[in-house]
C-alpha cells in the first residue's frame, strides 16, 4: 500500500498520455497523495481537467497562476514527492533532462528534486532506438534515474516494436519497489536531515481562569503546531512539543516527548524548563494568552445588574526571555497572527524577541489562521529576507518550515 506517501507524476506530450489517468487510479486507490505536472504538449492528449479530478489535486503546468499570481513552486513540489514518476516521457524531454534543460515547470521540479525519479518512455520506435535517445537514457541512468522500460507492439504510427508505454500496472509495481528500497536505504544509513537534533515547539492556546467555569483563551488548535512536532520527528530530530488544551493527538508510534499544559503561566516554565544549552531549534506556535485575571474566584460568579469588572494582568513574556538567554547555537522561530499591517508588525515582533525567523500569517488570507486545514504563510528573517508561499494544507507548510529552518543550518 501506498498510504501516506507523495507521488509527483509529471505528464509530458505523447498518445500515451491517456494511459497516466489509469496510473493515477491506482496510485490513488493504494492510499497515495498524488500530483500532476503536465506539459503544455501534454494538454493536447489529455485534460487537466480529468487529471484534476482523478487525483484530487489542481494539475499544475505553468510557473504561476495567472489569475491571482501564485507562485507554483518547483521547490516545494520537489521537497514534498517521495518519488517523482514521468509518464509518458517524450524523447523531447528526456533530451531536456539529460541536459539540464529547464523550461517548463516540469523539468525545473526534476531539477529540484531531492527524491527518487522514475521515467517511462513513450514515443515511436526509430525515436526510440536512434543514437541521440538511447545516448541519454544512459545518461539518465548513471544520474540515478530509473528507467521503466517501454514494451514492444503495435504503435500509434502503424510500426511494430519497441516503444509503447510501460501498462499502468508495471509503473505502479515499479514505484512499489523504489520506495520499498529508498526507504530501506534511510533506515540502514539513518538518513535523517535533523538526526541527533533537539527541537522544542510550542503548540495550542493557553486558558486563563476566571472562575470554575468562565476563562480567556483563545481560537487556536493546535493543529499546525502539531503538524510541525511530526514533520520534525519525520525528520529525524528529538521533538519535546509543549501544547495547550487542544482536540489534537500523536500517533501511538511516535516518540514525541507531550507535555500538556494549561495557563500561560505553566506554558512558560515548562518551555524555559525544558530549553537549554543542547537545544537545537526553538518553534513557537502557540497562542499564548497575553493577559490574565489578577485574581481568580473559587465559586462561580453570579450575573448581577451591574458592569463585572475583571483587571487583567499581562503573561510573562516566553518568546522575549528565551530570546535575552538564547544559547549560542539555537534556532529561534516565531509566529505571529496578525489583522494589519501585518508585515511591519511581524518584523517589529521578529526583533523584539530576538527570532532568527518569524512565520507571519493573516487573518485576512482565507483559509488561513485558527481553526483551519490550511494557512497562508509569509517567512521573514532576521536578515531581511522574506518568502511568501501559497495557501497549503498544514502538513505542507511545515513541510516549507522545516525546509526553510533546514537552509538555516
Not at 48 to 73: Q, R
Not at 259 to 267: F, P, R, V
Amino acid at each position: 500500500m501506498l498510504k501516506g506517501k507523495n507521488i509527483l507524476l509529471g505528464i509530458t506530450g505523447s498518445i500515451a498520455a491517456y494511459k497516466a489517468a489509469m496510473l493515477i487510479r491506482l496510485l490513488v486507490k493504494e492510499g497515495a497523495d498524488v500530483k500532476v505536472i503536465m506539459t503544455d504538449m501534454a494538454k493536447h492528449f489529455i485534460t487537466p481537467l480529468t487529471m484534476a479530478t482523478l487525483s484530487k489535486n489542481p494539475v499544475l503546468v505553468e510557473f504561476y497562476n495567472p489569475e491571482n499570481g501564485d507562485w507554483n513552486s518547483h521547490v516545494s513540489l520537489g521537497i514534498w514527492a517521495d518519488i517523482f514518476v514521468i509518464a509518458p516521457a517524450s524523447a523531447n524531454t528526456m533530451a531536456k533532462m539529460a541536459g539540464g534543460i529547464a523550461d517548463n515547470l516540469l523539468l525545473t521540479t526534476y531539477l529540484s528534486s531531492r527524491c527518487p525519479v522514475c521515467i517511462a518512455p513513450a514515443m515511436d520506435l526509430d525515436m526510440y532506438m536512434h543514437p541521440v535517445t538511447q545516448k541519454n537514457i544512459e545518461l539518465l541512468r548513471k544520474e540515478g534515474v530509473t528507467m521503466i522500460e517501454p514494451e514492444s507492439g503495435e504503435l500509434a504510427s502503424g510500426l511494430e516494436g519497441k516503444g509503447r508505454m510501460a501498462n499502468p500496472e508495471t509503473i505502479s509495481s515499479a514505484v512499489h519497489d523504489i520506495l520499498s528500497k529508498s526507504s530501506k536505504k534511510d533506515k540502514k544509513n539513518n538518513n535523517f536531515p535533523l538526526k541527533n537534533k533537539k527541537v522544542l515547539i510550542t503548540a495550542g492556546p493557553t486558558v486563563e481562569k476566571i472562575d470554575p467555569v468562565r476563562y480567556i483563551s483563545n481560537f487556536s488548535t493546535g493543529k499546525m503546531g502539531f503538524a510541525l512536532a511530526l514533520q520534525m520527528e519525520s525528520m529525524g530530530a528529538a521533538v519535546t512539543l509543549i501544547s495547550g488544551p487542544v482536540q489534537e493527538t500523536l500517533p501511538s508510534e511516535s516518540k514525541i516527548e507531550l507535555i500538556n499544559i494549561t495557563s500561560a503561566q505553566e506554558m512558560h516554565n515548562q518551555t524555559l524548563n525544558h530549553y537549554n544549552e543542547d537545544t537545537d531549534i526553538v518553534i513557537l506556535a502557540a497562542a499564548v494568552s497575553d493577559y490574565t485575571p489578577a485574581s481568580t474566584h473559587d465559586a462561580k460568579l453570579k450575573r448581577e445588574k451591574n458592569n463585572l469588572n475583571i483587571e487583567l494582568l499581562p503573561t510573562q513574556d516566553i518568546a522575549a526571555e528565551l530570546g535575552q538567554n538564547k544559547n549560542n547555537k539555537a534556532i529561534h522561530i516565531g509566529f505571529a497572527l496578525e489583522t494589519d499591517d501585518e508585515i511591519k508588525n511581524a518584523k517589529s515582533k521578529l526583533l523584539r524577541k530576538n527570532f532568527d525567523a518569524i512565520v507571519l500569517n493573516s487573518l485576512n488570507d482565507k483559509g488561513a489562521g485558527f481553526a483551519t486545514q490550511t494557512n497562508k504563510i509569509t517567512i521573514i528573517s532576521s536578515k531581511g529576507e522574506i518568502i511568501s508561499y501559497k495557501l497549503k494544507d498544514k502538513k505542507e507548510v511545515a513541510r516549507d518550515i522545516a525546509d526553510y529552518i533546514l537552509t538555516t543550518l
